[in-house]
């Protein structure tokens, strides 16, 4: 077994083709299929099914594995570059959407500025997806809805955030200075999907108020919901981050405080298990330093970074 048959299989898994597999190494589908077969015979069984190039249970068990491979040895890398006062490597960094509208930007200009030579991937996804890819090893962290109730990874909160409402400014609550829950409930929203962690959080706390909320549009996707209010769509519920200040002052929409809701508290998350490389280590830590910086020009976002 050496590290060409694992990328050779890993390959194929990203890609969906042995083909497309070797386009994305650099080489010819013959020298993909023999590093694939190679595998096989090693381990006795069969890793990708021929008829469509689709990875077999066994071989979705090697596939994750050869994964946290990967990931140890960029690790391994960035530690040894590290030793030189020099950070450099990838890390990959999931976040929530409502979030990376927030966060994203300003991480971005932080790290450019202070490891220059540390290459950042973030992907845009819910805490629901984020949290199998960081167990596969896919993400080295994630910016993720707190609690997870997974024991597999170490939580360390970041902020709480308001619920707010976004208005249109031709809507009538878009006079209003704040808002309770029972007046919110008056106007048909944008609400996130049936089933979503938000969602049932804001019917919960509409029960525990007494209304029900009316939907005008349900919408799986947080940051969608907020830009159709950003839009004109309609009025919607979201967590603060999701309407930065930088956003508000287009002025086409107006951001009101809802009093008596619940916060919603974000995080960060990594692996339980194994070291993050030097480049994943400098990400958290600029992560950190711009959410207890910026956080005070955002409003309705409070760090909580030391309540662990």
Known sequence: MDLRQLSALLAVADHGTFSAAARALHTVQSNVSTHVA??????????????????????????DRARRIRAELEALSSDVA?????????????????????LVPILFDRLSKEHPNVRLVVVDATTSMLLPQLGRGEIDLAVVNLPTDDPD??????????????????????????????????????????????????????????VTLRPKAE??????????????FGVAIVPASAAPDWLLSAGR????????????????????????????????????????????????????????
């Open 153 to 210: 990874v170490i939580e360390e909160p970041l902020f709480d955030e308001d619920r707010v409402v976004i208005a249109p400014n031709d809507h009538p609550l878009a006079m209003c200075s704040s808002l309770t829950l029972p007046e919110v409930a008056e106007h048909e929203l944008l609400l996130a999907a049936v089933g979503t962690v938000f969602r049932a959080e804001l019917d919960a706390a509409a029960a525990a108020a007494g």
């Open 253 to 308: 929409w107006t951001r009101i405080p809802i009093v008596g809701m619940p916060l919603r508290s974000v995080g960060l998350v990594r692996r339980r298990r194994g070291l993050p490389s030097a480049a994943a280590r400098a990400v958290h830590t600029v992560i950190r330093d711009a959410v207890r910086a910026e956080s005070a020009h955002q409003i309705g976002i409070y760090p909580t970074l030391d309540a662990a």
């Open 219 to 232: 919408v799986d996707g947080l940051r969608l919901v907020a830009s159709l209010a950003f839009q004109g």
């Open 38 to 63: 190679r595998l096989e015979r090693e381990l006795g069984v069969t890793l990708v099914d021929r008829a469509n190039s689709t990875i077999t249970e066994e071989g979705r068990v090697v596939v």
């Open 82 to 102: 590290s030793m030189h006062d020099e950070i450099t490597g990838s890390a990959r960094v999931g976040v929530i959407g409502t979030t990376a509208r927030w």
